[in-house]
């Protein structure tokens, strides 16, 4: 599975757009990003997932660059709830179930 | 829908205790995970089982380290002896195999562990 590159921490004031980058350089072409959070005291939490289409759920929406080296996932309204650590995860249809493979991730900070 | 329900939520014991961590996965899902938080190494994955059977146990730290899964619905994490640096917090995790890259793993909220 190809690495992932995160900012270590971002600030969001509350009610704004909170627009988190990934860098995914090495990515090949039938690989998915992957996007879960983990809010302080609880587990990691899936929230959305693609492949080179821009992709929007209840959550959030993912934008993939047309070369798929990059992807921002996008929460439109961010409230104080999402203050959480986001982890970008690149990996392969191939790899199913396997175990999820977490890096450092980056610290949403919330700001009222 | 219940989720995956780990117990206890807190332990506190004293070196050299046997600590036993539990685990329910959410029904109908065939793998489950045991990943370990520390500050130090992240989250990183200690071992999982497809259809109750250990498939990679290569994230088990040392023997001290046990899991079993003797049905679907049940897995237990067993430390023994235990060590201050097993301190962390221990989160199972499931899914479902069925078109299994669009299928999310669905953590619990973890067993946080401190051994004295």
């Known amino acids: 599975d190809a690495k992932t590159t995160q900012p270590p921490s971002m600030d969001c004031a509350e009610g704004r757009a909170a627009n988190l980058p990934c860098n995914h350089s090495?990515?090949?072409?039938?690989?998915?990003v992957y996007w879960y959070r983990q809010i302080h005291s609880q587990g990691p939490q899936y929230i959305i997932h693609?492949?080179?289409n821009n992709e929007t759920n209840e959550m959030a929406s993912l934008i993939i660059t047309e070369d798929r080296k990059s992807s921002t996932l996008i929460l439109p309204h961010a409230t104080l709830r999402d203050t959480a650590v986001y982890y970008c995860i690149v990996r392969s249809p191939h790899s199913g179930n396997t175990p999820l493979v977490f890096g450092k991730g980056t610290r949403l900070s919330v700001i009222a | 829908d219940a989720g995956v329900i780990q117990s206890p939520r807190h332990e506190v014991t004293e070196m050299g205790q046997e600590v036993t961590l539990r685990c329910k996965p959410i029904?109908?899902?065939?793998?489950l995970f045991w990943y370990r938080q520390t500050m130090m190494r992240g989250l990183e994955l200690l071992i999982y089982f497809n259809n109750n059977v250990p498939i990679d146990d290569s994230g088990m730290p040392e023997d001290r380290f046990s899991a079993k899964m003797p049905n679907a619905s049940f897995s237990t994490l067993k430390i023994q002896p235990s060590e201050p640096r097993d301190s962390a917090v221990y989160f199972c995790a499931s899914s479902l195999s069925f078109d299994s890259y669009n299928q999310p793993q669905h953590f619990g909220d973890g067993t946080r562990l401190s051994i004295l």
């Open positions: 029904s109908g899902h065939d793998y």
């Open positions: 693609g492949l080179k």
């Open positions: 090495t990515i090949s072409g039938n690989e998915y």
